[in-house]
């Protein structure tokens, strides 16, 4: 339900209760008043839990690039020892590049 939905209701059950003449006997009134407030207080729920969510994507962006960030400080440091033949560094650097030319492969794809 969007705000001018809500305004409609929340005139609707306003003159509804004002004029109790004109509400039928079916239309369970004190019903639809709860299903307005929970709506209500379920709306002020979900901004409060929206932030959370955008807080914690945020978070989540900033440690992900952190983390790439040591692991190319860290791939840099390894090509550099494979140069200078340091034992067991050649074997790393090779599978660090696979993957990491793979990732770049699928920005290039996107692109």
């Known amino acids: 339900m969007g705000d001018k939905s809500q305004a409609f209701v929340e005139k609707s059950l306003e003159y509804a209760s004002t004029n109790p ?23 002020s729920i979900l901004k409060q839990v929206s932030t959370l969510q955008r807080a914690v994507e945020d978070t989540m962006m900033v440690a992900g690039s952190e983390a790439y960030d040591g692991g190319l400080v860290f ?33 290039d794809e996107q692109k």
Do not use: H, M
């Open 75 to 107: 791939y840099a440091s390894v090509k550099g020892a494979s140069r200078v033949n340091v034992p067991g560094s050649e074997a790393i650097s090779d599978d660090l590049q696979k993957r990491y030319i793979a990732k770049s492969k699928k920005k």
């Open 21 to 43: 003449t004109l509400v039928p006997t079916y239309l369970d009134l004190p019903e639809v008043k709860k299903d307005l407030k929970l709506f209500q207080d379920l709306g």
